[in-house]
């Protein structure tokens, strides 16, 4: 069967890369929420999700602010995810 999908060896639109494509698309959209939820427990806009658009740094700069430490307490967004409501007890505590 897969002789069958890849019997044209020059084709730029084969099986693969139709599965390629549907992983992207499915992937994309949760990565994106996970990193606006991310950024706003460090108390920053979802809108800097966009900062890594900006030719070589931008990429680094998101990815200090993710790798950051939430902000303690509430901001405008909700309580921090470490000790607001639903938040796991620390080992210590069991």
């Known amino acids: 069967m897969l002789a069958i999908l890849t019997t044209q060896p020059h ?3 084969n099986f693969f890369n139709i599965l390629y494509y549907i992983f992207a698309f499915l992937v994309i959209i949760p990565s994106i929420a996970v990193s606006v939820r ?5 108390g920053r ?3 800097w999700w966009f900062i ?7 990429s680094f700069v998101l990815l200090y ?13 909700g309580a921090n995810p470490k000790t ?8 210590e505590a069991w």
């Open 11 to 13: 084709s730029s639109f």
């Open 84 to 91: 607001g409501a639903g938040a796991v007890a620390p080992v």
């Open 45 to 47: 806009s979802g809108w």
């Open 52 to 58: 890594q658009f900006v030719p070589l740094v931008g």
């Open 65 to 77: 602010f993710l790798c950051l430490d939430s902000q303690p307490g509430e901001n405008k967004w």
């Open 38 to 42: 991310r950024l706003h427990d460090t």
